[in-house]
Structure formats: C-alpha cells, structure tokens
C-alpha cells in the first residue's frame, strides 16, 4: 500500500487518487462534527481529516497553517481514519 505524496493518507488499492484531493464541497471532514458529536469519532482524527484535506487545498491556505498541517499528516502518515459520509454521520 503506498501514501498520497501530498497529505501521507494512505491511498485507496484500486486508485492512485487521494480521496483528499476533492472541491471543500465533497471534503471528508464535512459529517466528522456529527460524528464527534455521537462519540464515533475523536477531534485527533478530524485534525487529521482537515490536515490532509488543506494540503491538498493549499492555495486557500497560509503558510503557517500549511506547516502546522504538514507536521500532523506526517506524524499520521498511512494511518487510515474511518470516513463518515454525512447521512451517515447524522444516523
């Protein structure tokens, strides 16, 4: 298994494309605040899920932001986190 060389997720097996790598519309963060909300999820994983997500989407992004984020997505490299879609999160 290999990682995204922007945000160090772990890459799905059947794509070389980053489920992070997506318009802040389809965000994987969008249904974590109802999931941390029922206990499905800790604010650590969320991070992570904002880390990778804003390395992919650097540009609306300082560069102090970027670095805080670079360090966490390191720190988490290849560590998969569960990803609630938001009717999901809402169950």
Known sequence: MSN???CQAPLPLDSA???YA?????APWRAD???MHRGSMTHLEHKIHVA?????????????A????RTLALAHAGERIHVFQVSEARA
């Open 33 to 35: 605040y109802a999931a």
């Open 66 to 69: 970027l670095g805080v984020f």
């Open 17 to 19: 494309t980053c489920i």
């Open 22 to 26: 997506v318009p802040e519309s389809e």
């Open 52 to 64: 990778r997500w804003s390395l992919h989407n650097a540009s609306s992004q300082t560069e102090k």
């Open 4 to 6: 995204c060389a922007i």
